[in-house]
T-cell receptor, first 112, second 114 residues
Framework: DAKTTQPPSMDCAEGRAANLPCNHS???????VYWYRQIHSQGPQYIIH???NNETNEMASLIITEDRKSSTLILPHATLRDTAVYYCIVRPDTGTASKLTFGTGTRLQVTL | GAVVSQHPSWVICKSGTSVKIECRSL??????MFWYRQFPKQSLMLMAT?????????EQGVEKDKFLINHASLTLSTLTVTSAHPEDSSFYICSARDLGAPLIFGPGTRLTVL
């Protein structure tokens, strides 16, 4: 699986957009970009994933650069409950046996 | 939507005893489940892949005789920590995936070995 690089921590004011970057310069053509988050003492929560087009759901937006070497997760209006560690993971979609390998992620702190 | 549950959510045991953790897929069948371990302030580390009806596949460095995995049905995988010691104290998390859906995770089980 391609390696990802994320900043270790970020701060964001409540109500503002949180933009979390991820570099994945060695991504292969068949690898998707997945984003998960882990709130303290809970299991990781799926947020969004994409291959090359930008994606949006009720939780966030995912912007993938045209060369696919980096991406940005956008939380449009961050709240205190969005404080968590955010993980960017790239891997091929090989069905139900496809496992995920977690890096160190970005610790997002949302403040008043 | 698909949900993965774990039981118990936390457990405290004495050193030398064995502890069983259950992972269930609710509303979907999972031929494959994954077990992760997370130490404080660290990321999740994959321990093993649980396969229904066959032997589990363990990651390098994980002792298969210490962490017994049984995937006896399409909705249940169990992880038994045998002869637990304080260094096995950790947060254990399982995950599974329904067809066409992303991998989802259980709420985790916090094990404390005294």
């Amino acid at each position: 699986d391609a390696k990802t690089t994320q900043p270790p921590s970020m701060d964001c004011a409540e109500g503002r957009a949180a933009n979390l970057p991820c570099n994945h310069s060695t991504i292969s053509g068949n690898e998707y970009v997945y984003w998960y988050r882990q709130i303290h003492s809970q299991g990781p929560q799926y947020i969004i994933h994409g291959l090359k087009n930008n994606e949006t759901n009720e939780m966030a937006s995912l912007i993938i650069t045209e060369d696919r070497k980096s991406s940005t997760l956008i939380l449009p209006h961050a709240t205190l409950r969005d404080t968590a560690v955010y993980y960017c993971i790239v891997r091929p979609d090989t069905g139900t046996a496809s496992k995920l390998t977690f890096g160190t992620g970005t610790r997002l702190q949302v403040t008043l | 939507g698909a949900v993965v549950s774990q039981h118990p959510s936390w457990v405290i045991c004495k050193s030398g005893t064995s502890v069983k953790i259950e992972c269930r897929s609710l509303d979907f069948q999972a031929t494959t489940m994954f077990w992760y371990r997370q130490f404080p302030k660290q990321s999740l580390m994959l321990m093993a892949t649980s396969n229904e009806g066959s032997k589990a596949t363990y990651e390098q460095g994980v002792e298969k005789d210490k962490f017994l995995i049984n995937h006896a049905s399409l909705t249940l995988s169990t992880l038994t920590v045998t002869s637990a010691h304080p260094e096995d104290s950790s947060f254990y998390i399982c995950s599974a995936r329904d067809l066409g859906a992303p991998l989802i995770f259980g709420p985790g089980t916090r094990l404390t070995v005294l």
